[in-house]
């Protein structure tokens, strides 16, 4: 595996402050006619400025420029993303789905602004990255491309979710746990890679491949999620620790032990790579991106 | 105001049909994929399929048609509408917004399936409709305009329902309570007339036009929907009757009273007849259906 080099954390934290600045500019341009007469604006802001690792933007930028694009192509793209990332966040943690008072470090949404507003915060931010999406500066065919991704990504990440909060408190079944991981995660990081490939106007088989690493990077993210929430503390997560078992969840750990879970976690970075080797020195990022994933604590 | 004619009964049950026709064929082809391990399926199918007055896809289909397009063309915009319409239902009843237990005289989707469910299938809801429109059959350049105009209508549709929820138990607020109806109601029937007339490649002024028609009409709607509220009874709404005045919502005969706001709800419905002038006698249908939404009793 590639260890990240002496410039990784630098380069991350450029393109994290990149996308941060895209995502604050987008807020500046929208703020007045977002919503008057309630705190729909300052619910959805809240979520989108608490920050967080920005992997997924960080993601579609680097898979468009591993794919021969420039990452400014892909910034609207990766707005959107960021946005639907938000979106799930907020209802995860509603009182009806996870219950979760904490998200990284900060009251989670609904504590703050209320259920319903949360509700709609999310709402707001689903139907929105579909707008940065259609407003793109990109070929116009370009944009049903991009849109269809973004919203099958999106489908199968709320159908994990579904399937993870109907399997609580059932017997732990390897099948439904691979579902749910390769839905309710992998998916849109699957999705990421692929809007960057199409981003930077790459041909079906780079585009598959891209997918491909984002599909196995994301079930070796899950699986470290996993494996995390076992083995760390609630500062550490800046979320709940523990909360897995205490909500009787479908996961890794449960259905196939602690090693296992992490030998997989790894088998799984591999065949990551593995789906770069066309890409060639071009990819290190990604490559690296993989090794950060992996090695995370938090 | 143009009653209808002896055939509106007829051509209304033809068009609402087609609709249900597009909306079943779409399911059909789409339930294989859509979720395992869940029921998010079977709960996004119980809320689409509950039916209703399809008034928006129909106002779609007319517009395109009133436009100079064929209905068929507006087709999957009808079908994204109806999406997105059945979505804001499935999320206004949730306990944490409205708390209504019956809808079109059936228990409301999260009676059946658990809140947690109920919002997955509004977010799915919401998120297909933007697929549908991105695999519509139409010019690719179209589909970006589209994917806005549905994006902004839906926007300002949340807007509004913030606005509804954060506003209960408040004074009245003539202003605030206009604001509510312009955007939780009028701007997505707006969208509908929007979208039904770039789907006929209408050029900017005649989509100005049925845009304010589908904004006026969307107003009268409403106004007629709060005067029905305090009028009729819950049998004959096939939803709670009483309920605004038990929320403390902010509502048009709480702000203007009874008769000032039947003659709002009218003086609506002919600004939108107005703005229907251009179009000629192509706009009949258009004109009947602005004089049954004012005459509904449900």
């Not at 595996?1 to 500046?28: I, N, Q, S, Y």
């Amino acid at each position: 595996m590639r260890r990240p080099g002496p410039d990784f954390d630098a380069w991350l934290a450029r393109t994290r402050a990149e996308v941060d600045t895209a995502l604050d500019e987008h807020f500046r341009g929208l703020a007045p006619q977002l919503a008057s007469h309630s705190r729909l604006a300052a619910a959805v802001q809240y979520s989108v400025q608490v920050g967080g690792k920005r992997l997924r933007p960080v993601l579609v930028l680097e898979s468009c420029r591993a794919s021969g694009g420039r990452a400014t192509d892909a910034l609207p793209a990766a707005v959107a993303i960021e946005l639907v990332h938000t979106f799930s966040l907020i209802h995860d943690d509603l009182p009806a789905m996870d219950n979760d008072d904490l998200r990284r470090g900060r009251p989670t949404n609904h504590k703050v602004f209320g259920e319903g507003l949360a509700i709609l915060a999310g709402d707001w931010l689903v139907t929105h990255a579909f707008a940065v999406l259609a407003a793109a500066p990109v070929a116009p065919e370009l944009v049903p491309r991009l849109v269809r991704v973004l919203a099958e990504g999106t489908e199968r990440m709320i159908a994990g979710q579904a399937a993870d909060i109907e399997n609580e408190r059932r017997p732990s079944d390897a099948a439904v746990v691979q579902y749910i991981h390769l839905h309710k995660t992998a998916a849109l990081l699957e999705t990421c890679c692929r809007l960057g490939a199409l981003c930077a106007r790459a041909s079906e088989e780079p585009t598959a491949a891209m997918a491909r690493y984002g599909r196995h990077l994301g079930l070796a993210f899950q699986i470290m999620d996993d494996l995390l929430d076992v083995t760390s503390s609630t500062e550490q997560l800046g979320k709940r620790a523990r909360k897995d078992a205490a909500a009787a969840k479908q996961t890794y750990p449960a259905a196939f032990g602690l090693e296992s879970s992490a030998v997989q976690a790894r088998r799984e970075v591999e065949a990551a790579l593995a789906a770069l080797e066309p890409f060639g020195s071009r990819a290190d990022r990604l490559r690296e991106l993989a090794w950060y994933v992996i090695q995370r604590r938090s």
